[in-house]
């Protein structure tokens, strides 16, 4: 298993795995409606938007030449924070892959990373009934502190968990 940064030849694939992971994750969770207008050319571009940043982080994780999965992280986005809370903003596999420790692979990476460049605290976002992955976030000691808000295109409660 290699992990690597991305680079904007990976956006497609990228935003190809992102699809995949929600359709799969959120069948249940989410309204079909919006699973089924995922657009590749517009999470393309949207990913090529995100790698290109200079103060965020795409990781991949590569198995066999095919992007297995990947996280993004960047300085958070929450105006109240410090300056010094990292943020995970996305982690996905492809379903193939799920529960072969990638995932922990990437978060892993993900902390690391933000933690070198002096983010101690990290935070991130994740659906109010998304039981698996608040599991997984809970057993790398992120903790629910209280704050919730409406997805804006979801339009579903998402919970902030965070990491001392």
């Known amino acids: 298993m290699l992990i690597r940064q991305a ?17 799969f994750a959120y069948k249940n969770l989410m309204h079909q409606d919006i699973l089924n207008r995922l657009d590749i050319e517009a999470r393309t571009k949207s990913w090529e938007n995100i790698i290109a940043e200079s103060n965020s982080w795409v990781f991949i994780a ?4 095919v992007i297995a999965g990947f996280v993004h992280c960047c300085p958070s986005r929450e105006l109240l924070l410090s300056a010094k809370v990292g943020e995970i903003t996305a982690i996905y596999l492809k379903p193939c892959y799920l529960r072969k420790g990638i995932g922990t692979l990437l978060l892993t990476k993900a902390i690391e990373y933000l933690q ?3 983010y101690g605290m990290q935070m991130l976002w994740v659906l109010e009934k998304n039981t698996e992955a608040i599991n997984f976030y809970k057993s790398f000691s992120f903790k629910f502190e209280g704050k919730t808000m409406i997805h804006p295109t ?7 968990y ?3």
């Open 7 to 23: 680079t904007l030849q990976d956006a497609r694939n990228i935003a190809s795995v992102h699809i995949e992971s929600w359709q």
């Open 62 to 65: 590569i198995e066999h030449n």
């Open 162 to 164: 965070i990491n001392y």
């Open 116 to 118: 070198s460049h002096g």
């Open 154 to 160: 979801t339009l579903l409660v998402e919970h902030c």
